[in-house]
C-alpha cells in the first residue's frame, strides 16, 4: 500500500485525471461535429480530437519552454506534465535537440493534419485516406526515432525500473500513437483497396 502510495502522488493522480477528461473532450467533440457520419467513423474522430488536444495542449507547452529554456528549469504550471514524465525520461528535462525537433513536427505538422482529417471525414472529402495514412506515419515515424536512438545507445536516460514509468508513462502512453496510428493505416488500406476493386469492375463493364 505504501508502494502504490508513493506510486500515485497527488500530482500524477491529477495529471492522469486531466490526460482522461482530454479524452473525454475528444468524445465529445467527435459527438458534435461527427453527427453523420459512421460508428467506425466517429470512433475515428474521438482519435483525431484527442490527439490534436494532447499536441496542442501538452506537447505545444513543451516547445515553446524548450525553445526558450528547459522544462526542467521552468516554474510554469504547464511543465508539471513533462517534470513528470521526464522522470521516466530524463531526456525531456533537458532539451535533447532530438526530442525538440521532433516536437516541432508533431505540434505543427501532426497537429495540424489531425484538424484536415477531422474535416475530411466529417466532410466526406476525397483526400480523407490520404491525410489519415500520412499523419499515421509520421506519428509512427515520430515514436521510432524518439525511442530508437535511445535503445541503440543502451537507454541511458530511460529509467524502467520504476512500475509506473515503465507500464503507464513509456509503454501505455507512447503505445497508444502506435497501436492506433496502425489501427488507422489498416482501415485506411482497407477502403482504398475496395475503391480500387470497385474502380476496376466499373471499367471492366
Known amino acids: 500500500m505504501a508502494e502504490s502510495a508513493e506510486l500515485f502522488s497527488q500530482l500524477v493522480i491529477v495529471l492522469l485525471f486531466v490526460s482522461f477528461l482530454q479524452f473525454v473532450a475528444g468524445l465529445v467533440l467527435a459527438q458534435i461535429f461527427g453527427r453523420r457520419v459512421s460508428r467506425v467513423d466517429k470512433w475515428v474522430l474521438v482519435w483525431l480530437f484527442y490527439d490534436a488536444i494532447v499536441h496542442f495542449t501538452f506537447e505545444g507547452p513543451f516547445v515553446y519552454f524548450s525553445l526558450v529554456g528547459t522544462v526542467a528549469k521552468s516554474d510554469s504550471l504547464l511543465t508539471e506534465v513533462w517534470k513528470e514524465y521526464g522522470k521516466a525520461d530524463s531526456r525531456w528535462l533537458h532539451s535533447d535537440p532530438t526530442i525538440v ?105
Open 101 to 205: 525537433s521532433l516536437e516541432i513536427l508533431t505540434v505543427v505538422l501532426d497537429g495540424l493534419l489531425c484538424l484536415v482529417a477531422v474535416y475530411a471525414i466529417c466532410k466526406d472529402k476525397h483526400y480523407r485516406h490520404i491525410v489519415q495514412i500520412t499523419l499515421c506515419v509520421c506519428e509512427l515515424y515520430g515514436g521510432w526515432m524518439t525511442f530508437c536512438p535511445e535503445w541503440l545507445t543502451g537507454s541511458p536516460s530511460l529509467d524502467t525500473s520504476n512500475a509506473l514509468y515503465l507500464w503507464i508513462y513509456l509503454i501505455f502512453f507512447n503505445g497508444l500513437w502506435v497501436v492506433v496510428p496502425g489501427l488507422l493505416m489498416l482501415q485506411s488500406w482497407g477502403e482504398l483497396r475496395d475503391l480500387h476493386r470497385g474502380t476496376r469492375k466499373t471499367k471492366q463493364k
